[in-house]
């Protein structure tokens, strides 16, 4: 069995920051890219960055220069730091991780995703 756990998020006020932070627990052997997502009332889900286990990111374009994605790969973590926030960044962010994980003798392969955290940027 695998969790992610996401935690941080809430109010804050255009231009102010946060960080989210989405550990990975339970029968992990491996874990490949983590990301964020986010999916504001009425539309999809997007992706708003993501990074391998060597460390390369990806990020939307709405996200360049003001969020940033780090991991600690010992501690099964992930980390969304958002700075200069703008009330259109209002969404509930989900935390996403590939994952390989032990069952028996084998070795499967999914993705996993957090529970979500709302964020909210008061303007």
């Known amino acids: 069995q695998v969790q992610l756990v996401e935690s941080g998020g809430g109010l804050v006020q255009a231009g102010g920051s946060q960080r989210l932070s989405c550990a990975a627990s339970g029968s992990i052997f491996s874990i490949n890219i983590m990301g964020w997502y986010r999916q504001a009332p009425g539309k999809q889900r997007e992706l708003v960055a993501a990074?391998?286990?060597?460390?390369?990111?990806n990020y939307a374009d709405s996200v360049k220069g003001r969020f940033t994605i780090s991991r600690d790969n010992a501690r099964n973590t992930v980390y969304l730091q958002m700075n200069s926030l703008k009330p259109e960044d209002t969404a509930v962010y989900y935390c996403?991780?590939?994952?390989?994980?032990?069952?028996?003798?084998?070795?499967?392969?999914?993705?996993?995703w957090g529970q979500g955290t709302q964020v909210t940027v008061s303007s």
């Open positions: 990074i391998t286990g060597g460390g390369r990111t």
């Open positions: 996403n991780a590939d994952i390989t994980y032990y069952s028996g003798i084998y070795r499967p392969r999914r993705d996993y």
